[in-house]
């Protein structure tokens, strides 16, 4: 990298030399969004690397998202800008605990939230993410028992919608759980003519306050679709990047946290630790790169398939 060189510029350049496309997460800065030939939620990022005919994808975004490129695209290269763009919901479903657990109850379907490792997926029936959730259930016989893991915050949502016998595990996102009832309280009453709109990985008593509760996409699609004044938005703040760019006259706020940090709102540290340097070593350099197991590849790839013929 050379002082003054336009990196944004220079990453354009070599995407078209190397045919690499660059897909990224709302949650990515926004200097990365805009170089990007995808920008979208889980569900449209693993489709549009299920499409791909480009020799290199660069995943802008957390782990489980490049390995769920990988698996869709074992022979093409797929790069993660920084290998430490982990994910605290991925985490907090280990395979040592996990794998014992569902040998435990072998008459359950598993579903498992895309959030999770590629090991997870391994042994699932069916990951599904928060866009397609409620498809993926309904495939699954009405009086089946389910596992669903990691996210407890949605698997309660869906449990809500469904009424199904679902087994929960008790994972969650650090993100989502950061929101602070009593403040988003106080700025509802600051602002009376906002509307408060949530992902399902937030807890219950922040879900219960929202007029609209859906993926990333879903939530922006919302907006784009029920004019208002005012939107507070209850999920990582990376997010109003691209909802303010479709609903420019829309007052939109992101919802408070408990603790005091530097944007007083939640933010994703895993998916902030991909820079625009970064993306552009990374393209030029063409590392790091996600390595799957062939073995795990050939089994996880099984319930991501499933998911991806539902969500045509
Ligand atoms: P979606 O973009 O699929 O709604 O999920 C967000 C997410 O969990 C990434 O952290
Ligand atoms: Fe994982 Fe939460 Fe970050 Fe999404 S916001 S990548 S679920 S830690």
Redesign the pocket.
Known sequence: FMPGMDLQHEILRLKKEKNAIILS???QRPEIQEVADHVG???ALSQAAAQTDADIIVFAGVYFMAETAKILNPTKKVLLPDLNAG?SLADSCPIADFEPFVKAHPEHFVVTYI?CSAEIKALSDYVC???NALQVISDIPETAPIIFAPDKNLGNYLIGKTGRDMLLWEGS?LVHEAFCIDKLLDLCKEHPDAMIIA?P?SEEHILRTASFIG???GMITYVKRHPNKKYIVAT?VGILHEMQKEVPDTILLPAPVVEDNSCACSE?AFMKSNTLLKTYRCLRDETPEIEVSRAIAEKAWVPIERMLKLSK
Do not use: I
């Open positions: 997460h709302y949650y939620d889980s569900l994910c959030n993410t928060s866009s996102c992902h990985e993926s990333t996409s990582e994703c």
